[in-house]
């Protein structure tokens, strides 16, 4: 079953495209009705399986993909996995209610660059959402936390945070934490555009080009 939006995509540059991959009837709706009720957002398919999402996400091209993890048939994760490799630059956040290590690192190792549980305010999926297109990697905080603990048992010294000004270092800090840009922003006082320089200047001193590296190289993973 798929369910297209009727929302026209006017002005689109300025509009996030959504894909919804979820099998749950009211969950799907629900999320669709929020994303094309909501100014700057459309969601332009709705799908109950991977299978199907695999057939028409590539028709479609939508800028976001938010992916459930259990789905009748193929799960989200091997979804993932297979349009990632065809479409690298499609951005893909989990949108699940699991909340345990293996499942989340499962994830992110995949291609998921977001990781948010269903039970997120509409308000902060919308954000999550924007801050994954803008170039960032949203997660509940709960999520974060639990990547934040993995990587503090295992956490030695990293000789390449010496190249970090004391300010990339605080915005990595906050990064790792899983504070969106907006968050950061208000956390230090300076602006979204601001902080999104000293994100670009952290992956580009540190050599990497999403938060996951950058916080695995917080880490010295």
Do not use: W
Request: proline share 4%.
């Amino acid at each position: 079953m798929m369910v297209y939006s009727k929302k026209k995509l006017q002005n689109s540059m300025d509009i996030i495209s959504v894909a919804i991959v979820e099998d749950n009837h009211d969950i799907r709706s629900a999320m669709e009705l929020l994303i094309n009720g909501s100014e700057g957002y459309a969601c332009i398919g709705a799908f109950n399986n991977a299978e199907i999402a695999l057939e028409k996400v590539p028709q479609l091209l939508p800028n976001v993909v938010l992916m459930d993890f259990n789905l009748p048939g193929m799960n989200g994760i091997e979804c993932i996995i297979r349009l990632k490799a065809e479409y690298p630059d499609m951005q893909f956040m989990m949108l699940t209610v699991y909340e345990d290590d293996d499942k989340i690192f499962m994830a992110l190792e995949a291609g998921a660059s977001g990781y948010i549980l269903k039970k997120t305010s509409p308000g902060e999926l919308l954000d999550a959402i924007r801050d994954l297109h803008d170039g960032g990697s949203p997660m509940s905080s709960q999520i974060a936390r639990r990547v934040v603990a993995y990587f503090q048992k295992q956490a030695k010294p990293n000789p390449a945070l010496e190249a970090l000004t004391s300010r990339e270092k605080e915005i990595l800090d906050q990064l790792s934490k899983g504070f969106l840009y907006k968050e950061i922003a208000g956390n230090l006082f300076i602006s979204i555009e601001t902080v999104r320089r000293h994100v670009h200047n952290i992956y580009e001193k540190l050599h990497v080009r999403s938060r996951t590296d950058a916080v695995n190289k917080y880490f010295n993973r």
